[in-house]
């Protein structure tokens, strides 16, 4: 069964910086984009970087630019969202999210998703 792992949310000061991951269990992430989406409570879910397999392209929100950097790194099969400066506006479930690539300006159309790791920002 394809299914994406999150780690490494948790809680941090503002201005602090987290690091997720994103792995996959059973299979290779040999999908044609990535990225990581964010869900707020009482708020839609949200797209907030992603990265072509293709070209290494990546994408993102405007909230969220200049603060978090999306990579992947092939040799362990794994995607990562640094995030830095945080805010307390980024606190959310984030989502591990996989599938195909429309070459759009948010080029991910997702069809397998993680289960979500909590990020809290709060002093």
């Known amino acids: 069964q394809v299914q994406l792992v999150e780690s490494g949310g948790g809680l941090v000061q503002p201005g602090g910086s987290l690091r997720l991951s994103c792995a996959a269990s059973?299979?290779?992430?040999?999908?044609?984009?990535i990225g990581w989406f964010r869900q707020a409570p009482g708020k839609e879910r949200e797209g907030v970087a992603c990265i072509s397999s293709s070209d290494g392209s990546t994408y993102y929100a405007d909230s969220v630019k200049g603060r978090f950097t999306i990579s992947k790194n092939n040799a362990k099969d794994t995607v990562y969202l640094q995030m830095n400066s945080l805010k307390p506006e980024d606190t959310a479930v984030y989502y591990c999210?996989?599938?195909?690539?429309?070459?759009?300006?948010?080029?991910?159309?997702?069809?397998?998703w993680g289960q979500g790791t909590q990020v809290t920002v709060s002093s």
């Open positions: 059973g299979f290779t992430l040999d999908y044609p984009a």
């Open positions: 999210a996989a599938g195909g690539d429309d070459g759009s300006s948010w080029p991910l159309i997702p069809y397998d």
